[in-house]
């Protein structure tokens, strides 16, 4: 089906582990993003792609490894995993970084 | 900051009442978009409204944009109870999408 996903939907982890967070979009958007959404702080950019093996920090990047090896996919890696990086995580893509963009349905992380 | 603020941040309706929520933003922007999340889900796209544009219509949605007040409005006109979600308004000044904290709406039926 066309559209953008993510996996795992949800995920329990434990401080100090290396978790990645898979992000798969079937339109070639050029761009993608990854944004994180915690209560008090709505949504904030983590790191975002322009095209395949260019990518930049967004808001927030610390603790957060990407990659974008192919243009329909960019996975989100967190080297060692911190409680503060308990949230939920969106990627989301589009054909510009001023336009309409498309979310997936979210990740569910929590850090013990 | 370029980010978005909504107002208010949670707003209780009866079915078929309308239901108007503000964003308000500091910098200059290339345009401002709104966007609604269901319980547990993604965000999914509303409307986007250029910078040159004052009124934009998409089916019972309405959004309005004053550049020299920095604001925009958003109005779901005759409610239904699957309109219940949080709309979030973004704002894209700087080559990147600036959210706000969301506004959470209530529709009883």
């Known amino acids: 089906d066309a559209g953008i996903t993510q996996s795992p939907r949800y995920k329990i982890t434990e401080t100090g582990r290396q978790v990645t967070l898979m992000c798969h979009q079937t339109?070639?958007?050029?761009?993608m993003f990854w944004y994180r959404q915690d209560l008090g702080h709505g949504l904030r950019l983590i790191y975002y792609?322009?095209?395949?093996?260019?990518?930049d920090k967004g808001e927030v990047p610390d603790g957060y490894v990407v990659s974008r090896s192919k243009t329909e996919n960019f996975p989100l890696t967190l080297e060692s995993a911190t409680r503060s990086q308990t949230s939920v995580y969106f990627c989301?893509?589009?054909?510009?970084?001023?336009?309409?963009?498309?979310f997936g349905p979210g990740t569910r992380l929590l850090v013990l | 900051s370029q980010q978005g603020e909504e107002d208010p941040q949670a707003l209780s309706i009866q079915e078929g009442e309308n239901a108007t929520m503000n964003c308000s933003y500091k910098?200059?922007?290339?345009?401002l978009q709104w966007y609604r999340q269901n319980s547990g889900r993604g965000l999914v796209h509303l409307i986007l409204?250029?910078?040159?544009?004052r009124e934009k219509h998409s089916g019972r949605l309405r959004v309005t944009l004053d550049t020299s007040k920095k604001s925009s409005s958003l109005l779901i006109t005759a409610s239904r109870a699957a309109d219940t979600a949080s709309y979030f308004c973004?704002?894209?000044?700087?080559?990147?999408?600036?959210f706000g904290k969301g506004n959470q709406v209530v529709v009883i039926p």
């Open positions: 973004a704002t894209n000044g700087n080559n990147r999408l600036a």
């Open positions: 910098t200059s922007i290339n345009n």
């Open positions: 792609s322009a095209a395949a093996d260019i990518t």
């Open positions: 409204i250029r910078s040159n544009e």
């Open positions: 989301a893509s589009g054909t510009s970084p001023q336009e309409t963009q498309y």
């Open positions: 339109w070639s958007h050029s761009y």
